[in-house]
């Protein structure tokens, strides 16, 4: 399966809309502290938005709501993965990636039977205190080895030159998130990481 080589991850709708607009073809919707009703909302809108423009939502955690509004998609971390209810989600038809930073997460993640795997933090990141050091780009070639055809996705400390790198190393799709969010011009970014990723 061949997924879009820029997969950005988002707290709103809103951000959600914005890259739309550019022309981005994945996005994750990570919303943690909100309200049931907030963030059916924003799933909702989301998803919209996203099959207006053709392309795919990923819905962070909030498996039983993907369920419920329709999704296609579902991101869960490892913590995620042990409330989850995968048969469920598996019944709604909903495609799955999972995140892993070490080989007993990656053996975990891909007895699941995900659509794509995740690893990092590749480099050091700001956006969440990690109990992992960075992997390094070793470890992005590695894991390519250990998932074979299942697509692999770095995240953690990139940008656009990191995500080029991360690519020849092995990675099918490489994600952001401040480095989008915290740039004065967030559209500007997003098309320069289309550019490098293209």
Not at 134 to 139: C, H, K, N, T
Not at 170 to 198: K, Q, Y
Request: aromatic share 6%; hydrophobic share 45%; net charge negative.
């Amino acid at each position: 399966m061949s997924l879009p080589r820029f997969y950005p991850i988002f707290d709103s709708a809103d951000w959600v809309s914005r890259a739309l607009a550019v022309g981005v073809r994945m996005i994750q919707l990570r919303m943690k502290d909100a309200s049931d009703e907030a963030l059916r909302a924003e799933i909702a809108r989301a998803r919209d938005l996203a099959r207006e423009r053709g392309a795919i939502l990923v819905v962070n955690d909030h498996w039983r709501l993907a369920i419920e509004l329709g999704c296609d998609w579902l991101h869960l971390g490892q913590e995620d993965l042990d409330g989850a209810d995968l048969s469920a989600i598996r019944g709604a038809g909903l495609r799955l990636g999972v995140s892993t930073h070490d080989g007993a997460e990656l053996d975990r993640a891909l007895s699941v039977g995900p659509d794509y795997v995740a690893l990092g933090p590749v480099w050091p990141t700001i956006l969440k205190k990690m109990p992992w050091a960075p992997q390094g780009l070793d470890r992005v070639g590695e894991w390519k080895r250990r998932v074979d055809a299942v697509p692999l996705v770095a995240i953690g400390g990139l940008t656009p030159e990191r995500g080029r790198a991360a690519l020849d190393a092995g990675a099918d799709v490489v994600s952001a998130v401040t480095d989008i969010t915290l740039n004065p011009d967030p559209e500007a970014r997003m098309r320069e990481w289309l550019r490098v990723t293209a």
